[in-house]
């Protein structure tokens, strides 16, 4: 058990809904990322948090939606996806100290599919 | 730009036997480097960290070096299991407050 959960495991949509993947931190860190995994593909780092505040954005369509209310959560609220968008979208995080973004830590991920 | 070359994509041994696991970088200013273990399906587990000042992590029959002259670290594994059976990515960190490179990853499989 890694400290960093994810919900759902798994979610099956259409490309006209409307849904959010949750991440919740039980390890007192202070910054919070979002990553997408697929198939054949290295891990692309989508949505950092330090703070509370986005620290980076990748380029990320603007179908995609972070929100991190607190240090503990963060969102990533989807709607009008594509099917090219289905992937493992895994969450993770780490303790911010002076500047430097410590070793993170990663949920198990929800595998999102998109019809 | 940082870029992280894991080959090859996957790996079969038979049970007992030691490996070893290839990752290269082509930026060899980096802060550190991580070897995680993913299981299918699931997250990533943090294996080993290197810092930059260091050339060797071990944990268990796990044993991680790292080479930055040559952009090169490789992950140990002793004695093989089949529960040893995963995707293996290696990630790299340029500086403190920079984000993680990740590798595609090596697909490793123990038979029985």
């Known amino acids: 058990e890694t400290g960093v959960t994810q919900t759902p495991r798994h979610l099956v949509m259409g490309m006209t809904n409307k849904k959010s993947l949750k991440c919740e931190q039980h390890l007192g860190h202070n910054a919070m990322y979002w990553y997408k995994q697929s198939a054949k593909k290295p891990l692309e780092l989508m949505f950092v948090y330090s703070l509370e505040e986005r620290v980076e954005n990748n380029s990320v369509p603007s179908r995609f939606s972070p929100e991190c209310p607190n240090s503990s959560h963060l969102f990533l609220h989807l709607h009008t996806l594509q099917p090219e968008d289905s992937a493992l979208y895994l969450c993770?995080?780490?303790?911010?100290?002076?500047?430097?973004?410590?070793?993170?830590?990663f949920g198990p991920g929800t595998r999102l599919t998109v019809l | 730009k940082q870029e992280v070359t894991q080959i090859p994509a996957a790996l079969s041994v038979p049970e007992g036997e030691n490996l070893v696991l290839n990752c290269s970088f082509t930026?060899?200013?980096?802060?550190?480097l991580q070897w995680f273990r993913q299981d299918p399906g699931k997250g990533l587990t943090s294996l080993l960290l290197i810092q930059s000042s260091q050339r060797e992590q071990t944990s268990g029959r796990l044993n991680a070096s790292l080479d930055k002259s040559s952009g090169r670290s490789t992950l140990y594994i002793a004695a093989s299991q089949p529960g040893d059976s995963a995707t293996y990515l290696c990630?790299?960190?340029?500086?403190?407050?920079?984000?993680?490179?990740f590798g595609k990853g090596i697909t490793l499989s123990v038979r029985p």
């Open positions: 990630a790299v960190k340029t500086g403190a407050n920079s984000k993680l490179t």
């Open positions: 930026d060899s200013a980096i802060y550190n």
């Open positions: 993770a995080s780490s303790r911010v100290l002076a500047g430097v973004f410590n070793e993170q830590f």
